[in-house]
Nanobody
Framework: QVQLVESGGGLVQAGGSLRLACAAS????????MGWFRQAPGKEREFVAT????????GYADSVKGRFTISRDNAKNTVFLQMNALKPEDTAVYYC?????????????????WGQGTQVTVSS
């Protein structure tokens, strides 16, 4: 069982930056691929970014490519999402997810564990 706790959300003006963090429980964090997803009001949950268990291989949604960066610190059981050049359309609840396979994935159904989410609001 893996428990995930997100932090770092908040209110920011368009063009600003935020850094989300997701702390995971467990002793085998490096064997889990991690992902970030988001869900805006009235919309389905969508993929944002993913990273392989050992790090090094990442993937991004086209809408955030070049602005967001996913990284992980396996020694601290934490995955990060650095968000730059934020836009009002980035406003959503952001969720951290863990997959019981080391290979990264882009669909929500491939993840086994989810955090409670953290709100990100970008004002124009």
């Amino acid at each position: 069982q893996v428990q995930l706790v997100e932090s770092g959300g908040g209110l920011v003006q368009a063009g600003g930056s935020l850094r989300l963090a997701c702390a995971a429980s467990g002793r085998t964090f490096s064997s889990y691929a991690m992902g970030w997803f988001r869900q805006a009001p009235g919309k389905e949950r969508e993929f944002v970014a993913t990273i392989r268990g050992g790090g090094g291989s990442t993937g991004y949604a086209d809408s955030v490519k070049g602005r967001f960066t996913i990284s992980r610190d396996n020694a601290k059981n934490t995955v990060f999402l650095q968000m730059n050049a934020l836009k009002p359309e980035d406003t959503a609840v952001y969720y951290c997810a863990a997959r019981s396979i080391i290979i990264e994935a882009v669909t929500a159904g491939e993840y086994n564990y989810w955090g409670q989410g953290t709100q990100v609001t970008v004002s124009s």
